[in-house]
C-alpha cells in the first residue's frame, strides 16, 4: 500500500518560514524511482503545481509564484521529499500536496503523478 505522508505545515506571519516534508512508503519502484511534486489548493480555488524534483533530485521545476522563495529537495535514502518555503506571504496560504510521479522527470503536469498525500495545512498571516 502506497502512503505519502506529509508534515510541517502549521500557521506563520508574512515574511515567515516554513519547512514541508513528505515520507513515501511502498512504492512499487522504490522512492528513488520516481519524481516528486507538490501542489498546492486554496479555499475555492483548482490544486495547482508547486515544485518539482526528479528522481535523481538533478533536475527541479518551481512555479513562478515560487521562484526564489521555495527550494524543493530530496533525501533518496530517507524516502523524503522537502519543500524549505521562505519568505512566505498571505497568498501561500493552502494544503499542500506532495505527489509521486514514475515517469522521473520534474514534470508540472498533475495528470503525470499517480500517488498523492492527504495534505497538510499552510495559512500565512498578514
Known amino acids: 500500500q502506497v502512503q505519502l505522508v506529509e508534515s510541517g505545515g502549521g500557521l506563520v506571519q508574512a515574511g515567515e518560514s516554513l519547512r514541508l516534508s513528505c515520507v513515501a512508503s511502498g512504492l512499487t519502484y522504490g522512492f528513488s524511482s520516481y519524481a516528486m511534486g507538490w501542489f498546492r489548493q486554496a479555499p475555492g480555488k483548482e490544486r495547482e503545481f508547486v515544485a518539482a524534483v526528479s528522481w535523481t533530485g538533478v533536475s527541479t521545476n518551481y512555479a513562478d509564484f515560487v521562484k526564489g522563495r521555495f527550494t524543493i529537495s530530496r533525501d533518496n535514502a530517507k524516502n523524503t521529499v522537502s519543500l524549505e518555503m521562505n519568505r512566505l506571504k498571505p497568498e501561500d496560504t493552502a494544503v499542500y500536496y506532495c505527489?509521486?510521479?514514475?515517469?522521473?522527470?520534474?514534470?508540472?503536469?498533475?495528470?503525470?503523478?499517480?500517488?498523492w498525500g492527504q495534505g497538510t495545512q499552510v495559512s500565512v498571516s498578514s
Open positions: 505527489a509521486a510521479d514514475p515517469d522521473q522527470s520534474s514534470t508540472t503536469r498533475q495528470s503525470d503523478y499517480d500517488y
